[in-house]
């Protein structure tokens, strides 16, 4: 009994200790799939430390290294800690304090510098570690990498004064009565909230040298603008960001100024203002730039995206404002001129070979020249004050409607050809233009329509379309007997290929029942015949006859005979295909392949194979079967290799072999691949013959899976 409870006590230690080892394990797994920094302290002075993985990473130390700041000065890692910009000594850290008082230290913002000047931001807990008597054995501590989380902060604050800066700058846009007024006033706000070393707006001069023109600028000394020199020619001093802006219509950054040898012209000048780095934005009218907002900053890369894309939104709408401006001032031009137009109009009306007629709103005449007297046959008495339907052809009035939706301001200008009736009674075909001429107001003053007589141009149409219409006539016969050729054609081909399908079929049952009846016959006579053999060799052999050996031989023989019928029956019967599927039928057959022929044949699978009808299963097997008769018949390799390869929207078998190779364009002429090829396109696949650059041949074959054919993807089971 002592016996047995000593071996009961043995096997249960080894159960606690498979235990504690599993769950050291597992707690390591744990510790090295974190991604937060985790270090422990082994002693209470946290001079031996460990860490994860992500904890050396953090601190870009190799695993196994002691990321202790208190290790010995032969083990201790050259990096700093800092805080609130001091330095902090190895007490001063959060696990040594932790450790020395005993109580968890939690959320410390700190600082990383690593030893080549990088920085990284950390939010760092440390909590003591106690032994069975209460003091502190140890520590542990968790740190996480802030540092996109304080550049993400950074930005959101330069993003809001950029959005204080554009909607200042949209009030200016609505406030500024001049260009000049509107222009300083973008830069000042741009300057003043957005906290940039200068800004300054420069406009694109159409002279030979393309300079920038200055016109308003913000943060900048008397006279320092006229020494820049900037171009939008692609010269040196026009690629910089200004010039490039305005050359290609874009926003063009510059992130160093002092290392951009597109800024060269202009470095000393930027180290005596504290320019790091500059973006311009073109100002757009109609798509096209003409002239740039400059901004500098004292930061390298001090401009993020989103800053950009809002500066960007910004100078949009100023290149907007300054059109509508620029517009205002047109529009005032514009109207001095429309009253000097008016007048050459009259006289142009009236002295005008075109006919012409001025209607009101309600398509009345209001004024007619000459030539639209004379193409109606009427004087001007008496068609002025007479409506216009007086004078239209009847049933002509389908312009009436777009006439009501002109008179109405819906639409501006109407073009229509119609028919007029000439005092005599005769039509008159017209190509008519008519335009709306609107009040201040924007309602319809009258409308201006314009005449041009076509009716000789009609004449000659109505005699083509006559033409035309013989034409199609007879083209409709042809087009009626061709189709019916093509239909008959298409009809002769579906049976052909429903031919070759059955044939297909027929060849393939045919195959499968010689394979039957060569295993299922033929085996198993010469099995038998291989039995007796055996019986009447040992026999012989033991009445010690002459003939024994040769008994044997002839059994030996059968034997091998056996072998080579089962290897044509499977050749000609894949019974593994029907039994455990395409793959394993696919390896069964590099097996028989290497057996048979001494070269190395195996099967690669990659991806889930997905699941194929049986019919395209065998038609696949036979297009890799043909494959590696034929390498191995005329390739002499050294190996074949079998690949079955599926993704989301192709799966693909592949023969590849290291043979002699051959030509695509040469291998079309077999009669195998011809069988191939057709066996693909009946599951919707295609071949594709390539010759690898080291060598060889590979035979594809492509089969979609994302729309599968008919025959080629198995039904799911509803």
């Excluded at 030893?115 to 542990?140: H, M, N, T, W, Y």
């Excluded at 299922?520 to 026999?539: N, P, W």
């Excluded at 993704?647 to 051959?662: E, L």
Aim: hydrophobic letters at 40%; proline letters at 5%.
């Amino acid at each position: 009994m002592a016996r047995q409870r000593a071996e009961e006590a043995e096997a249960a230690m080894r159960v606690s200790e498979a235990g504690e080892r599993t769950r050291r394990e597992e707690l390591e797994t744990l510790m090295a799939a974190l991604p937060v920094a985790v270090f422990f302290a082994q002693d209470a002075a946290c001079q031996q430390m460990t860490g994860n993985r992500a904890a050396m990473d953090l601190l870009r130390l190799p695993c196994g290294s002691n990321p202790s700041a208190s290790a010995p000065a032969s083990e201790r890692s050259d990096y700093a800690v800092w805080s609130d910009g001091r330095r902090l000594q190895a007490h001063e850290q959060p696990m040594q304090q932790a450790a020395a008082s005993g109580q968890a230290v939690w959320n410390s913002e700190l600082q990383i510098v690593y030893p080549d000047g990088e920085k990284s931001q950390i939010l760092g807990s440390a909590s003591p570690l106690f032994d069975a008597s209460g003091a502190v054995r140890g520590c542990i501590g968790t740190f996480v990498d802030i540092s996109k989380r304080k550049r993400t902060e950074e930005e959101l604050s330069r993003v809001n004064r950029t959005l204080l800066a554009l909607t200042e700058s949209n009030r200016t846009l609505l406030l500024s009565p001049t260009e000049p007024q509107l222009l300083q006033d973008v830069c000042r706000n741009i300057f003043e909230l957005c906290g940039h070393t200068m800004v300054w707006i420069g406009y694109a001069e159409d002279n030979p040298a393309k300079s920038v023109r200055p016109v308003a600028a913000a943060g900048f000394a008397d006279g320092y603008l006229e020494t820049l020199h900037v171009s939008w020619a692609d010269t040196p001093h026009g690629r910089g960001p200004t010039g490039t802006a305005i050359r290609e219509g874009q926003p063009s950054q510059c992130a160093e100024v002092l290392t951009d040898p597109r800024l060269a012209p202009w470095h000393a000048e930027a180290v005596k203002h504290g320019c790091s780095s500059s973006l311009a934005l073109p100002l757009l009218e109609n798509g096209k730039a003409f002239g740039a907002v400059t901004i500098y900053s004292r930061a390298p890369d001090g401009f993020s995206s989103e800053e950009v894309k809002l500066l960007s939104e910004l100078a949009g709408d100023l290149g907007r404002g300054i059109t509508t401006l620029r517009l205002r001032e047109a529009h005032q031009q514009a109207e001095a001129a429309l009253r000097d137009s008016e007048a050459r109009f009259r006289s142009i009306f009236y002295h005008s070979a075109t006919p012409m007629a001025v209607k009101l709103p309600d398509g009345r005449f209001l004024e007619v020249n000459q030539a639209y007297c004379e193409m109606l046959g009427y004087s001007a008495a008496e068609v002025l004050g007479a409506a216009a339907e007086d004078f239209t052809f009847p049933g002509d009035g389908h312009a009436a409607a777009a006439m009501r939706q002109l008179a109405a301001g819906e639409i501006t200008a109407i073009r229509a050809e119609k028919r007029y009736l000439h005092k005599r009674g005769h039509p008159v075909w017209c190509d008519t233009s008519v335009s709306m001429v609107s009040n201040p107001d924007g309602s319809v003053a009258y409308v201006i329509v314009q005449a041009h007589d076509i009716t000789a141009r009609k004449e000659a149409e109505e005699n083509i379309l006559k033409l035309n219409q013989k034409l199609e006539t007879r083209v409709l016969e042809r087009t009626v007997a061709l189709r019916d050729t093509v239909k008959e054609l298409k009809a002769e081909i579906a049976e052909r290929q429903r031919l070759e399908r059955e044939i297909l079929e027929i060849s393939e049952r045919e195959q499968c029942r010689l394979g039957q009846d060569l295993h299922d016959g033929l085996g198993q006579e010469l099995a038998g015949i291989a039995i007796l053999g055996d019986v009447h060799a040992k026999r012989l052999q033991a009445e010690a006859h002459p003939l024994g050996d040769d008994a044997a031989k002839i059994a030996a023989y059968t034997r091998a005979t056996i072998d080579s019928a089962r290897r044509l029956a499977k050749g000609l019967y894949p019974i593994e295909l029907s039994r455990s599927g395409l793959l394993l039928a696919l390896k069964d057959l590099a097996a028989q392949t290497s057996a048979r022929s001494g070269i190395r044949c195996e099967l690669q699978q990659s991806g889930a194979t997905p699941s194929l009808e049986p019919s395209a299963e065998i038609h696949i097997y036979r297009i890799v079967q043909e494959c590696i008769s034929n390498a191995v018949k005329h390739a002499s390799p050294q190996r074949i290799c079998i690949e079955a390869l599926a993704c989301d929207s192709m799966f693909v078998f592949a023969v590849t072999d290291d043979g002699v190779g051959f030509e695509p364009a040469a291998a079309h002429a077999g009669m195998g691949l011809h069988l191939m090829n057709y066996r693909a396109r009946v599951i919707g696949a295609a071949i594709v013959v390539e010759r690898p650059t080291q060598g060889g041949c590979r035979i594809c074959c492509q089969l979609p899976i994302g729309k599968p054919r008919r025959g080629a993807l198995r039904k799911s089971p509803m």
